[in-house]
């Protein structure tokens, strides 16, 4: 497994592992794990159909629309993007029969000119045949798959599971660099990856993606520390203020929360009253509202601060808490706020959200960068 395949198999089971997993797995429970049910019955929607060529081993899938986020709001368009959809639907099957072997092969997709987007499926029950295929390890420096041959060593001479050879030797790192540097290094190797794509990539779309994936190596995996006594990491130079920048000054603040059918629901709002660094923001809206509801049952969300006229985007994600406490309540009541709650900071339609953020992803400069938050 190359390391766009690995790009794309990281981004598609952040993708699924939540609500489009758990409906796949309750189709898979209603049907007792028969295939043929399944892709026959299961698998039969508006959006989607199936189809058993070979009982009991091979099926196809078709999605009738292009499914992809990312491609719907016009962030990707070539082709290659397709090999996303085929790792999640690898990564849902070995979830569904974690004992069985399956190859996912591509026919044919919207952004290749069909009508729709088909994949077929091959079952092998039994013991995984390639076992380590599902466990492959990646060097946490340059992506690269790890296997015992080129694992990097420790100061004591020792195999270190997470670094390849090329990278790290006895404790230390090789190359004394920025990760825009080891992606350029990376870049020049693009024909040895096009060899294992069904299609060939550029290098600058090469480029794209693996600014996209090494952000979430270890080695490249930077922590924005609320602790003003810790100095500033470099690679994120500025987004702490930027963070407390769109928070104070952008009127409108994009909320999401998750639905009972596990999808997302957006909403804009007044931007935060009060916040706690860049950890903590309080909003106010109404008690009997649908986002308090769904608030409640499902407290995961995030918050999105746009400027649109810098070309930034700034999104925290994290847990919302509904308060009705009257400390809370009168903490953030503003003069005026009789219009929307003519009952007073005790109306009983009066409500805070306090949001906690664990971790975010902001957007300047044509350049992504992910963040955990301390």
């Known amino acids: 497994m190359n390391k766009m395949i690995a790009c ?5 089971i952040e993708c699924v592992k939540d609500h489009v997993l758990k409906v796949h797995k309750q189709i898979y429970a209603k049907y007792n794990g028969d295939f043929d049910g399944i892709y026959t019955e299961g ?32 962030l990707r368009n070539h082709p290659q993007q397709c090999e996303c959809s085929r790792q999640s639907i690898l990564y849902i099957l070995s979830q569904l ?20 987007c088909t994949f077929r499926i091959t079952r092998h ?16 420096s340059c992506g690269m ?45 693009v024909n040895e990856v096009n060899k294992g794509l069904p299609q060939p990539i ?4 090469y480029i794209g993606q693996m ?9 490249w995996r930077k922590e924005l520390t609320i602790n003003e006594a810790t100095p500033e990491n470099p690679a994120l130079a500025g987004v702490k203020d930027l963070i407390a920048q769109m928070a104070d000054t952008l009127p409108i603040t994009y909320i999401s929360s998750v639905d009972e059918e596990g999808f997302p629901c957006t909403k804009a709002m007044l931007s935060p009253r009060v916040r706690e660094g860049i950890k903590v923001f309080y909003f106010t809206t109404n008690t009997f509202s649908l986002r308090v ?82």
């Open 8 to 12: 794309y198999r990281e981004e598609a």
């Open 43 to 74: 698998y039969n929607s508006k959006s989607y159909t199936g189809r058993v060529i070979e009982p009991g081993k091979v099926y196809e899938l078709s999605y009738l629309e292009c499914t992809c986020p990312k491609v719907k709001c016009g």
């Open 97 to 116: 029969e974690p004992d069985s072997q399956f190859d996912v092969r591509i026919e044919n997709t919207i952004l290749r000119g069909s009508d729709r």
């Open 125 to 140: 029950e039994g013991k995984l045949l390639n076992k380590e295929c599902m466990k492959q390890r990646f060097c946490q």
């Open 145 to 189: 798959p790890l296997t015992n041959e080129v694992l990097g060593t420790n100061a004591d001479g020792s195999k270190n599971e997470e670094y390849c050879m090329y990278c790290y030797k006895d404790g230390k790192f090789l190359q004394d660099c920025t990760m825009d540097e080891m992606i350029e290094h990376c870049a020049q190797f």
């Open 202 to 205: 550029t290098k600058e779309e």
């Open 211 to 219: 600014k996209m994936y090494f952000p979430h190596l270890k080695r």
């Open 293 to 374: 509801a769904q608030y409640k049952a499902n407290p995961k969300a995030s918050i999105y601060f746009c400027d649109g006229e810098g070309f930034k985007g700034m999104m925290l994600r994290g847990t919302m808490e509904v308060l009705t406490d009257a400390k809370s309540k009168e903490m953030i009541w503003r003069e005026g706020d009789e219009q929307y709650y003519p009952g007073g900071v005790t109306d009983p339609n009066y409500c805070v959200l306090k949001f906690t953020a664990t971790d975010g992803r902001f957007y300047s400069n044509f350049y992504p960068r992910s963040f955990v938050i301390g």
